[in-house]
């Protein structure tokens, strides 16, 4: 069965330092998202992208955080300066087309951000 | 923002018996809802969805039922198995064109064998 994968499993890095977490998603899926869950709090929307652009935000995603779908197979989260709030749980997910009654999402296993 | 919640932060089932799992909403927009399982240091899997022009899905052991008018849905699992021990996250599509889910807080579920 296809599945969204992601990588790294976890990354530590200092405040400050720029990381990108990377999403393979499922192949056949147009549209494609990021979630974070602050340990102990619910799942947040980040952003979606659909045709090579963001096609919603949220107000989380501020100047520090882009995304970008650079090969066609994957799509990437870089936050370009980190803080220690930053530090969460990031879920990739992907969605075939939303909107004609198979809305489902994805997730994959997600990427353990910790910033010290 | 409280779109999208679930009142009860844990529930405890003896093995066999239902679950009933529960989810409130207030954004008249969300017309499609999911519910999703989650082990610790996992993604989200899915699990059921129900369209808001139905009031009722089922799919094996799990059936969702959504009142509108109410803007309540629940997640009922007959029988309840110790294999379904994890957190439940209700959530909902935006009301966008774009499928932005919107999450509650998520239920532990524990069932005791």
């Known amino acids: 069965e296809p599945e969204v994968t992601q990588t790294p499993s976890h990354q530590v890095t200092q405040m400050g330092q720029e990381v990108i977490l990377r999403c393979v998603p499922i192949?056949?899926?147009?549209?494609f998202y990021w979630y974070r869950q602050i340990l102990g709090q619910k799942v947040e929307f980040l952003v979606s992208?659909?045709?090579?652009?963001?096609?919603?935000k949220s107000e989380i995603f501020d100047d520090q955080f882009s995304v970008e779908r650079p090969d066609g197979s994957n799509f990437t989260l870089k936050i370009r300066s980190t803080k220690l709030e930053d530090s969460a749980m990031y879920f990739c997910?992907?969605?075939?087309?939303?909107?004609?009654?198979?809305?489902?999402?994805?997730f994959g296993p997600g990427t353990r951000l910790t910033v010290l | 923002d409280q779109q999208v919640k679930q009142n009860s932060p844990s529930l405890s089932v003896q093995e066999g018996r239902i679950s009933i799992l529960n989810c409130d909403y207030t954004n008249s927009m969300f017309d499609y809802f999911l519910w999703y399982k989650k082990y610790p240091a996992e993604g989200p899997t899915f699990l059921i969805s129900?369209?808001?022009?139905?009031d009722k899905n089922e799919d094996g052991r799990f059936t969702v039922f959504l009142n509108k008018s109410a803007k309540h849905l629940s997640l009922h699992i007959v029988p309840s198995q110790p294999g379904d021990s994890a957190v439940y996250f209700c959530a909902a599509n935006g009301g966008t064109s774009y499928g932005k889910l919107t999450f509650g807080q998520g239920t532990i579920l524990t069932v005791h064998p």
């Open positions: 992208f659909y045709n090579n652009e963001i096609s919603e």
């Open positions: 192949s056949n899926h147009l549209y």
């Open positions: 997910a992907s969605l075939r087309r939303p909107r004609t009654g198979t809305d489902t999402q994805y």
């Open positions: 129900i369209s808001s022009i139905k």
